[in-house]
């Protein structure tokens, strides 16, 4: 393919994704596949020859779409949103045009220092406190990560190593394999899996939190197991606070979480995935407070900020932390500018080497939206949860199971974990509309995101029309089992 045909083609594919996005409602939103079905629609093997742009192009109808769960539908409900916008579409593309691999300031100027300027530009929207920035003077800063599982696993690692760096300067008979086997890091029993797999990788113990009836963690309940797991020898020395959990979008209470954190010399690293977006608005801006006691904070433009995976910011307090952690100068990686102070080298915040430039989808989004626009984006999504609710809360054959805060609802019918779980069946079979369960203590919980940027009002409606009439269907024909046995 030369530019004359990339330009044709790309053209074409424009079209093709905009149609796409355009009428994805038309579309079945789960996919009527069953698993391997793609494998005997294609040859065993690459071909030897080149094939045609044309036939590529006509089995993604033929191949792919068949198998595609549609994310962006109005009718997907589930899991959280994955963001996705025009702009962040365009900004993409130019991104794979470009095509650097921006692991360092001199591999690509332009890549690294937009992506700083972007991070103290998102941080401003959501009022992080002044040493989170990179600013002029500061010790601080932002990255983008791939997502909130690596920000949570390099804010472990940061933390696992400044901590055996002082154990051992307090105790220095004591080896750094002694102090591996007693280190702990602590996380919500709501928390995200991606916690529990940072501590598999990195080595070392985790432990739950119980949570309050909110689902929340809350500063008696950590210090409790600190204090526990002190008395026996262990060293606490990292806690992941959630603000938004996945099952039901509660938030830990930072307020009182962050002394003792401090108290105590433990990592506090803040994971907002889902939520974070939201503290854009002043009126949800509180649920951040606490903020300041963090070592780290997360949260994902690439979830609720219209800016297409993978987008995952990520700021430090102490940018030495981190690179102290992974810093490593191999003689063709190293510049004659990376002494001078005024350059950051990407690669000591994080996993991999390369990294694409994904600061470019932040700028294009963040400009041709505005901060008026993504706020009424969320508010928007706000409200449809709200709508969601009032209609749950208008059947008496059903009840809710967490606060509505954001733009989740849990809820499920009246009854036992059998019955929620036949009426999730229904409605996963009839593949009208897209939701996943979750467990809140012993109870089985249907969840409603609200994900779509084309959601509308009409399309909740629609929703709980389908979801009611299931749950009736299922309720008539429960009570002829039940008389029967």
Excluded at 44 to 63: G, L, N, R, T
Excluded at 389 to 414: I, P, S, W
Aim: with cysteine; charged share 25%; net charge neutral.
């Amino acid at each position: 393919m030369d530019a004359a045909e990339f330009r044709k083609r790309g053209k074409e594919m424009v079209d093709y994704v905009a149609d796409y996005l355009e009428k994805i409602d038309k579309r079945q939103v789960f996919p009527d596949v069953e698993p391997g079905y793609l494998r005997p629609l294609i040859p065993d093997c690459a071909p030897q020859d080149p094939e045609s742009f044309e036939d590529v192009f006509k089995d993604i109808e033929k191949i792919i779409m068949p198998g595609v769960t549609h994310w962006h539908s109005p009718y997907f409900f589930a899991y959280f949103p994955a963001a996705s916008s025009f702009p962040a579409l365009l900004a993409d593309m130019l991104c794979g045009g470009i095509g650097c691999v921006g692991f360092s300031w001199a591999a690509s100027p332009a890549c690294t220092e937009l992506e700083t300027v972007m991070l103290d530009w998102l941080g401003k929207m959501i009022n992080l406190p002044e040493e989170f920035l990179a600013g002029k003077h500061s010790q601080g800063g932002g990255v983008i990560q791939g997502s909130a599982s690596e920000a949570t696993l390099i804010s472990l690692l940061a933390a696992r190593t400044k901590t055996i760096r002082r154990v051992q300067s307090e105790k220095p008979e004591l080896t750094e394999a002694d102090i591996m086997g007693r280190l702990v890091a602590y996380a919500s029993d709501q928390a995200h899996s991606s916690v529990e797999r940072a501590a598999l990788i990195g080595g070392v113990k985790i432990k739950n939190v119980c949570s309050d009836d909110t689902f929340s963690v809350c500063g008696s309940a950590l210090q409790k197991v600190l204090d526990e797991d002190k008395a026996s020898g262990l060293i606490p020395f990292f806690f992941c606070a959630t603000l938004g959990t996945t099952p039901c979008c509660s938030f830990d209470k930072l307020l009182e979480l962050g002394p003792i954190c401090n108290k105590e010399n433990i990592w506090m690293h803040i994971d907002a995935a889902y939520a974070g977006s939201a503290f854009i608005c002043p009126e949800f801006r509180h649920l951040l407070n606490g903020v300041e006691f963090a070592d780290s904070f997360n949260f994902n433009p690439h979830k609720w900020l219209l800016v297409n995976f993978d987008c995952s910011a990520m700021w430090v307090k102490k940018r030495s932390d981190l690179t102290g952690a992974f810093k490593l100068e191999p003689l063709y990686l190293q510049h004659h500018h990376q002494e001078s102070g005024l350059v950051t080298d990407y690669r000591h915040w994080q996993i991999p080497l390369g990294r694409r430039f994904r600061s470019l989808k932040l700028w294009f989004v963040l400009r041709m939206y505005g901060v008026t626009g993504l706020q009424e984006h969320i508010r928007k999504h706000v409200r449809l949860s709200h709508q969601f609710e009032h209609l749950v809360l208008q059947d008496e054959r059903f009840e809710t199971c967490a606060e509505v805060v954001l733009g989740l609802v849990c809820f499920r019918l009246k009854g036992s974990n059998e019955l929620n779980k036949a009426l999730l069946k229904s409605i996963t079979e009839a593949k009208k509309i897209h939701l996943v369960p979750c467990h809140l203590r012993e109870k089985f919980v249907l969840r409603f995101a609200i994900c779509s940027r084309t959601v509308e009002s009409t399309h909740i409606k629609f929703a709980w029309q389908h979801i009611s009439q299931l749950a009736t269907d299922l309720l008539k024909t429960w009570e002829q089992k039940h008389h029967q046995q």
